[in-house]
């Protein structure tokens, strides 16, 4: 859930920074936003990578578990 959220919000960062690339005339605030664009590009598909292992990760973790007698569903 929470990678969902991250994603989320630098997916709403990215979009924010092609308005601002587009919206602005030359100038500081034409930078801004090629940097928030260059940053939030890279940072969504890290997020993205990480939250994908850790869900795959999850599954056979939990099914060790499950065979060893350790979780809530083991009683």
């Known amino acids: 859930m929470l990678t969902i959220i ?5 997916l709403w960062i990215l979009f924010k920074a092609f308005g601002l690339v587009l919206h ?3 100038g500081i605030f034409k930078v801004i936003g090629v940097l928030l664009m260059i940053l939030a590009a890279p940072l969504f598909l890290g997020i993205v990578l990480v939250g994908g292992a850790l869900a795959l990760l999850a599954v056979p973790i939990g099914l060790v578990a499950l065979a060893c007698g350790i979780g809530a569903l083991a009683d």
């Open 24 to 26: 602005l005339a030359w």
């Open 6 to 10: 991250l994603a989320a919000v630098f």
